[in-house]
């Protein structure tokens, strides 16, 4: 999500959180023609004819690229699909402002190199006509990030329905956004389209004017946690500041995004995985913080850093803690902590993409942060589904009770921070962020998956309501 433009090598910055009125301690004067919604996927802005293998990544960039066989393998997918739980009988509803003109060829590149099953992305404009495409605007940032969430949601859960919902929004047009996304997302729940809701979008809680303009945009996510669709967010990739309402400026204190941090919806933070070509683990998963790695910053932000770069998290502002966190009090006090559960992520572990629209490189190129670890969850909420043969609703009091429990479909991510520096108007400022631990914590959640393990897991707790 949010991850401030470092520079024209991101394919944009922070993406939406708002979450309610005005907060103490903010260090900006919000109006509501600047809460702004932004894609959230880093991107390198180079690409090659052929996806780079991680041994290629690692002598070109000094960091690891993977491809979905390896994703499979990491996350333990294989049992699942030989039994045929691929997500088929689901679908994936996909939000992105403008989408990509390039999605369906797109996809069939992606899944024709790396063998996976051909399928039709399903678009649908519920909010309204897009705009003609033009390259030179952040409708390139968006399209990239429509890539990412298509192509990588379908390597979770390939036999799963694509939607692609496409909202006419631009960022220039402020909180006109976020009411034209709830417009396009009531569609869908009104009609049941989707199984899950996949979101890679976010506002940081301070730049909302006030508790009502937030509320106001809240009733999508109130409808799915009434009609049982599972709504996802990516938490943010500033660490634990995020963007405030000026360009690109940051917060020098810790702040959360919104929606993320709503407590009917399910925030996703990121990962870093080391993985070999195939897809064996060379060490445990850790927080994502790719602030202080030089040969990262330098690939993906064109400079040394330090930049903040790494997965959102922290405390709302503006939301008390749900009852569902009432089993992790000592850790979140009496607010609503983000992330719930926590995917790959990390530029320093990024994942091939291939795309083919104008105003970025054609090819394949590599991208990272939580709005990738989002539709890989989806995928996951997709397999789980199926298998319980019910949509599964709001799964947080699940996740919740499968951490206290120690379910082995959890996997525990216990080292690693999400604090961040970077420098503003001169000077170095850190952010001091959240350190991973036994249990539930506020870099991780509750931690990441085994899927074999995971989806029958979800599947027997979910679906019970709020």
Not at 158 to 185: M, N, Y
Not at 372 to 387: D, H, K, N, R, S
Request: proline share 8%; hydrophobic share 40%; glycine share 12%.
């Amino acid at each position: 999500m949010r991850a401030s433009r470092l520079t024209l090598l991101f394919s944009a910055t922070a993406l939406a959180a708002g979450a309610v009125g005005a907060a103490p301690g903010n260090t900006a004067s919000p109006s509501p023609d600047l809460v702004k919604v932004h894609p959230t996927a880093h991107h390198i802005g180079t690409a090659t004819v052929t996806p780079p293998t991680t041994d290629q990544c690692q002598a070109k960039y000094q960091l690891s690229c993977y491809g979905p066989a390896q994703f499979q393998q990491a996350y333990d997918l294989a049992p699942l699909f030989a039994r045929g739980n691929d997500g088929r009988g689901q679908t994936i509803a996909i939000v992105d402002s403008f989408g990509s003109p390039t999605i369906q060829h797109d996809l069939d590149v992606f899944d024709q190199t790396y063998g996976l099953p051909a399928t039709t992305v399903d678009i649908i404009r519920p909010a309204g006509p897009i705009p003609p495409y033009d390259p030179n605007s952040d409708m390139a940032g968006w399209a990239g990030e429509t890539t990412l969430d298509v192509e990588w949601a379908h390597a979770m859960a390939p036999g799963a329905r694509l939607l692609l919902v496409e909202t006419p929004t631009s960022e220039t047009e402020g909180t006109a956004g976020f009411p034209e996304i709830q417009t396009a997302e009531k569609y869908v729940l009104d009609h049941h389209l989707a199984t899950v809701i996949s979101q890679s979008f976010a506002a940081t809680e301070q730049t909302f004017p006030s508790r009502e303009s937030m509320l106001a945009l809240r009733g999508a996510y109130e409808e799915a946690a009434r009609t049982g669709v599972t709504v996802l967010t990516a938490t943010g990739d500033a660490g634990a500041t995020d963007a405030t309402d000026k360009p690109g400026e940051l917060y020098p204190m810790p702040v959360t995004s919104w929606p993320a941090s709503d407590p009917l919806i399910t925030g996703v933070g990121g990962t870093k995985l080391s993985l070999d070509a195939n897809g064996r683990r060379l060490a445990p998963d850790v927080v994502w913080n790719d602030t202080y790695d030089v040969p990262t910053n330098k690939a993906f932000a064109g400079n040394a850093g330090p930049n903040a770069l790494g997965t959102g998290s922290g405390k709302s502002t503006f939301f008390q803690r749900p009852s569902y966190q009432g089993l992790v009090a000592g850790v979140v006090g009496s607010q609503r902590g983000v992330p719930d559960i926590s995917m790959s992520g990390a530029c320093s572990g990024a994942v091939n993409v291939y795309q083919s629209f104008p105003g970025q490189a054609a090819g394949w190129s590599l991208s990272c942060g939580t709005s990738e670890a989002t539709p890989l969850f989806a995928g996951i909420v997709a397999l789980a589904a199926q298998q319980a043969g019910h949509p599964l609703g709001l799964i947080n009091r699940a996740l919740y009770q499968m951490s206290v429990a120690h379910a082995p479909g959890l996997v525990d991510v216990t080292s690693g921070d999400n604090t961040v520096t970077f420098t503003q108007d001169g000077k170095q400022v850190t952010v001091p962020g959240f350190k991973a631990g036994r249990g539930y914590d506020l870099a991780s959640g509750v931690g990441t998956i085994d899927a074999a393990r995971f989806v029958p897991e979800l599947a027997a707790l979910a679906g019970h309501g709020y």
